[in-house]
């Protein structure tokens, strides 16, 4: 059974950092893409980074230059180094094993919160 499970949210001052983990357990995801979404209050969940499986790295425009998506294949883990933390990038922080053809649908965790805050 696939799982994914995130953590390292919490409450931080605007302008600091947090780095969120996702251990996936019950698959390699050395070959899949990896993303990160958020979902804040009312809102819909909205991408934030990808990594493809070779290390191809992608952002949503709020969060460039100041998040940073890495993978460690070996570990089954993906990270979200996120700095200069505004109070706008509250929310609820997924991670996900994107679309492929091999396992025909996404998997998604259930999701850590940050919130930013003075």
């Known amino acids: 059974q696939v799982q994914l499970v995130e953590s390292g949210g919490g409450l931080v001052q605007p302008g600091g950092s947090l780095r969120l983990s996702c251990a996936v357990s019950?698959?390699?995801?050395?070959?899949?893409?990896m993303g990160w979404y958020r979902q804040a209050p009312g809102n819909q969940r909205v991408f934030v980074a990808t990594i493809t499986s070779g290390g191809r790295t992608n952002y949503a425009e709020s969060v460039k230059g100041r998040f940073t998506i890495s993978r460690d294949n070996a570990e089954k883990t993906v990270y979200l180094q996120m700095n200069g933390l505004k109070p706008e990038d509250t929310a609820v922080y997924y991670c996900?094993?994107?679309?492929?053809?091999?396992?025909?649908?996404?998997?998604w965790g259930q999701g850590t919160q940050v919130t930013v805050s003075s």
């Open positions: 019950g698959i390699m995801i050395s070959g899949y893409d």
């Open positions: 996900k094993i994107e679309f492929s053809m091999v396992l025909r649908r996404p998997y």
